[in-house]
C-alpha cells in the first residue's frame, strides 16, 4: 500500500503516543490516541462497511470522528456542511447513492431504506478494524452557489497529496468549519502532520474563540481574509503568539497582508489557493498580493495556466469528477481545472482580479469588486469593505460600496469626521480607480456579514 494512501485510523495508529494530541472543541477535549484506539459505533461498523454515507452531524468533533471511523470501511463519504438545506438532502442523497446515513442527536427522517447510524460511547476498537484498507471515495460539497451545491470527488491521495507528515506542528487553528475544504485541509495535516487542533464554532464570538486559541498555544492559524480583518478588530487577537499565519479562500490583497504582519512580527505570513475543485495549488510565503508569473512555467505536481482570463489547474490533487449526473465535465480534454478566478499578469507577477460571475456591469464595462475593495482597504482608516452593485436605470448598475472603519467618533463631530473620512477614501479610488470603477455610494457599517465558508456574503444592494 502506498504511504500516501493510508487511511486516518492508521495514520494515527503508527503515530507516536503519549503526547497529548487532541482536538479540541468548546468544553471538550479528545485525544487522538483515543481517537485511533476506540470507536463510538460499536456493532454498527460492520454495517457500515462499503456503504455510501453521508457524514450528517450537528458539530465539527463528531464529523472529524466520523470522518476517522468511516475513511477505509466505507466505500464512499459524503461530508455534508453545516448550512447544506434540509431541502436540499434528499437531491444529495440520490446523487450520491447514500444507503446509510452517520448522524449526531435528532435528525430528520431519511427514508424507510436508509441506515441510520447514531454514535454512542466510545469503546476499545476491535483488532480487526486495523487492517480495513478500503480506497473511500470522498465528496465535498461546492460553497457560494445557488440552487443544489455540487458534489465533487476527490481521492483519499489526493486530499492529502499536499501535506508533509514529517512537518510537525504542535497546535493547527482554523476559523474555517472542516466539512469545508478549507478546514478539512486543516484536519488532515493535524490527523496526519502531527500536532492538536482547535475546532471553530458556529457563532462563538470571536472573543471567546482567540481566547480557546490562546490558551491551546497554538502554532499554525489559517482563514479566509474576511476572517482574518475581522480577528484583527478583536482586542484578545493579541494574546495568541503563532508561529505561522495563513490566508485562503479569498483574494488576500496587500492591505491584509500587512496588517497581518504588523500584529504579528517576525511570524511567517502567507496566503494558498485552493478550492474544493482545484484542490491544493500553491502557496505564497513573500508578503506580496498575487503570486510569481514564474509560477505558470514551473515543472511539478501542480501545472498552471491562464485561459481567457481565468486561471486553469492541472494536478493530482484535482478532484476527479462531479457526483450525481451534474453535465458540465469537472476538468477539461487535458485535465486542467477552470477555477473561475480571473488574473492578469501585472510586471513579473499575477493578480487575482474576481470572480468571473461577480463582474458588475457598469454601462458595458466591467468592475470586479474585489479590485475596488483591495483600494479602499489600503486607507489607513478602514477595517474591511465590501463593494457590489445597485440597480441603476440609465447605466444597468452602479457601483456602491459598504465600509467597516478603524474607529468611531465623539457624537459632538461625528457627522464632519466621518464626512472628511469619506472623502478621503474616495478620494484614493479616484486617484487609482477608472471612473466607472469608483463607488457612487459609500456606506459605513459596523460590521460586513461572512458565509459559512467566511467569505463576504456578497449580493446586490
Known amino acids: 500500500m502506498q504511504h500516501a494512501a493510508k487511511p486516518l485510523r ?4 503508527e503515530a507516536e503516543r503519549g503526547r497529548g494530541r487532541a482536538l479540541l472543541a468548546p468544553g471538550t477535549r479528545l ?45 464512499r463519504i459524503v461530508l455534508a456542511p453545516p448550512d447544506l438545506k434540509p431541502t436540499d438532502i434528499p437531491a444529495v442523497m440520490a446523487g450520491a447513492g447514500i444507503d446509510a446515513v452517520l448522524c449526531d442527536g435528532d435528525h ?30 470522498w465528496v465535498l460539497l461546492t ?47 493535524a490527523l496526519i502532520g502531527g500536532g492538536s487542533m482547535v475546532l471553530s464554532q ?51 490583497d496587500q492591505a491584509v497582508l500587512d496588517s497581518l504582519r504588523r500584529a504579528f512580527p517576525g511570524v511567517a505570513v502567507g496566503h494558498a489557493y485552493a478550492s474544493t475543485e482545484a484542490g491544493v495549488g500553491f502557496e505564497v510565503t513573500d508578503g506580496r498580493e498575487g503570486f510569481p508569473a514564474a509560477l505558470l512555467d514551473a515543472d511539478g505536481a501542480v501545472a498552471m495556466k491562464v485561459e481567457d482570463g481565468s486561471l486553469r489547474i492541472r494536478s493530482t490533487r484535482t478532484a476527479s469528477r462531479y457526483v450525481g449526473g451534474t453535465a458540465r465535465a469537472l476538468a477539461d480534454r487535458d485535465g486542467f481545472v477552470d477555477t473561475d478566478d480571473l488574473v492578469e499578469r501585472r510586471g513579473d507577477r499575477m493578480h487575482f482580479v474576481g470572480r468571473r460571475s461577480g463582474v458588475i456591469n457598469v454601462g458595458g464595462l466591467k468592475v470586479h469588486p474585489e479590485e ?50 469619506k472623502a478621503e477614501i474616495l478620494d484614493l479610488c479616484r486617484a ?30
Open 10 to 13: 492508521r495514520w494515527l495508529l
Open 31 to 75: 485525544t487522538l490516541d483515543a481517537l485511533a484506539d476506540t470507536t463510538g459505533l460499536g456493532a454498527l461498523r460492520g454495517a457500515l462497511a462499503d456503504r455510501n454515507v453521508l457524514v450528517s452531524t450537528g458539530s465539527q468533533l463528531a464529523a472529524a470522528e466520523a470522518l476517522v471511523e468511516l475513511d477505509g470501511l466505507a466505500r
Open 108 to 137: 430528520p427522517g431519511f427514508g424507510p431504506d436508509v441506515l441510520i447510524a447514531v454514535p454512542g460511547p466510545r469503546v476499545p476498537l476491535p483488532d480487526a478494524a486495523a487492517a480495513e484498507v478500503r480506497d473511500t471515495e
Open 143 to 189: 460553497s457560494g452557489t445557488t440552487g443544489l451545491p455540487k458534489m465533487v470527488a476527490h481521492s483519499r491521495a489526493g486530499l492529502i497529496g499536499a501535506i508533509d507528515p514529517s512537518a510537525l506542528a504542535p497546535v493547527w487553528g482554523t476559523f474555517y468549519d472542516i466539512r469545508r475544504y478549507g478546514g478539512l485541509q486543516i484536519l488532515l495535516r
Open 202 to 252: 458556529a457563532g462563538e464570538p470571536m472573543a471567546d474563540h482567540m481566547a480557546r486559541l490562546a490558551a491551546a498555544g497554538v502554532t499554525h492559524l489559517s482563514g479566509t481574509p474576511s476572517h482574518w480583518r475581522r480577528a484583527l478588530m478583536t482586542p484578545e487577537t493579541a494574546s495568541i503568539d503563532p508561529r505561522v499565519v495563513r490566508l485562503s479562500g479569498e483574494i488576500a
Open 372 to 421: 475596488v475593495e483591495a483600494v479602499i482597504n489600503r486607507h489607513a482608516g478602514v477595517r474591511m469593505s465590501l463593494v457590489k452593485a445597485k440597480s441603476n436605470p440609465i447605466t444597468g448598475a452602479i457601483v456602491v460600496a459598504d465600509v467597516v472603519i478603524e474607529r468611531t467618533f465623539p457624537d459632538t463631530d461625528a457627522a464632519r469626521a466621518q464626512a472628511g473620512l
Open 432 to 461: 487609482t480607480l477608472p471612473a466607472h470603477k469608483v463607488p457612487v455610494l459609500l456606506r459605513f457599517a459596523d460590521a460586513l456579514a461572512v458565509t459559512p465558508a467566511g467569505k463576504l456574503a456578497r449580493h446586490n444592494a
